[in-house]
């Protein structure tokens, strides 16, 4: 069993900044992957970014240069640093984490936080 959970949602106003938390816990034996995904109302749920245990990362067209992705040092926690902030960008993050324990690898959601980017 794996517990994810996302903080630092909230309300920003156009080309405000957000830094997203997601800690991972339980039957972690390895991360090896760990990212964001977001969903707006009527939409299909989306790849923002996400980082590899070798550190590669990949990002959505619409945030590149604007959001990033990194990874503590313990390696159960990843950050999503976002600025310049757009009214598109409004959306529920989820954080979701490929691990393994010592029987197998699966992925696990967290519960998502609400970014609301509007004036």
């Known amino acids: 069993q794996v517990q994810v959970v996302e903080s630092g949602g909230g309300l920003v106003q156009p080309g405000g900044s957000l830094r997203l938390s997601c800690a991972a816990s339980?039957?972690?034996?390895?991360?090896?992957?760990m990212g964001w995904y977001r969903q707006a109302p009527g939409k299909e749920r989306e790849l923002v970014a996400s980082?590899?245990?070798?550190?590669?990362?990949n990002y959505a067209d619409s945030v590149k240069g604007r959001f990033t992705i990194s990874r503590a040092n313990a390696k159960n926690t990843v950050y999503l640093q976002m600025n310049r902030l757009k009214p598109e960008d409004t959306a529920v993050y989820y954080c979701n984490v490929d691990s393994c324990d010592y029987v197998g690898c699966s992925g696990s959601w967290g519960q998502g936080t609400q970014v609301t980017v509007s004036s």
């Open positions: 339980g039957s972690i034996f390895s991360i090896n992957a």
């Open positions: 980082i590899t245990s070798g550190g590669s990362t």
